[in-house]
């Protein structure tokens, strides 16, 4: 048997239930999301990272690109120095005429070493490990340290406007070694004069994707 008391309890809940037009289980549903609600949310956040992340890429790209600007010219700086000092007028070449492009910026690191960095000669777009520093505080580059093309022969500082070097790979360039990383859609070109410019794959030599004149 119920008692009273109960009984009138329960009916006060009901009509307060009625009064404000729902039920205590109605008003219970209504804190949780339905489904079409969840729906739309979602479909909220997809289109919003759909806008953001692809904007982001980019600028992290073109950030890579324009510090790899900052590393050519830098060099430019160290192989113009090196051609009114030690280069006869020349830009750093090798010491044999099919010499490759770090044997040839191994010249200038005899010159200028303690004034330069691993990190330099690393392309933002191909990031490699640098080169490993000496006890002496020496270091030499190789084809693995190494991210940049350089001047395949011997080339006056003053000659006429020219490409000088270039990053050593466009991205998904694939060769012997397999498949590479970098700057996509091209390459930053450093030319004699000490300008860069980005140079799409299209304008790039289609057998070697590099800038004419110039040996990885």
């Not at 006060?12 to 489904?35: D, I, K, N």
Request: with cysteine; hydrophobic share 35%.
């Amino acid at each position: 048997m119920n008692h009273p008391n109960s009984l009138r309890w329960q009916a006060s809940a009901s009509s307060q239930a009625q009064a404000h037009g729902s039920s205590p289980s109605r008003s219970w549903s209504r804190q949780g999301f339905t489904l079409v609600e969840l729906l739309v949310v979602i479909a909220i956040i997809s289109l919003i990272s759909g806008l953001v992340v692809p904007g982001l890429i980019e600028a992290r790209e073109r950030a890579k690109v324009t510090q790899c600007s900052s590393n050519l010219r830098q060099i430019y700086g160290f192989a113009l120095a090196y051609s009114d000092k030690g280069g006869s007028g020349s830009f750093p070449f090798g010491k044999t005429k099919a010499s490759l492009a770090h044997e040839s910026l191994n010249e200038l690191l005899k010159l200028d070493a303690d004034r330069l960095e691993p990190e330099l000669f690393v392309c933002p777009g191909n990031p490699t490990k640098p080169a490993d520093r000496e006890s002496d505080g020496s270091f030499a580059l190789d084809s693995e340290t190494l991210g940049y093309a350089w001047i395949a022969k011997r080339t006056k500082s003053s000659s006429a406007r020219k490409p000088l070097a270039c990053c050593k790979h466009v991205e998904g360039h694939v060769d012997e070694d397999g498949e590479h990383s970098g700057h996509r859609g091209g390459v930053n070109v450093l030319y004699t004069d000490g300008s860069v410019k980005f140079v799409s794959t299209a304008e790039l030599d289609p057998d070697t994707l590099l800038a004419p004149g110039l040996t990885r």
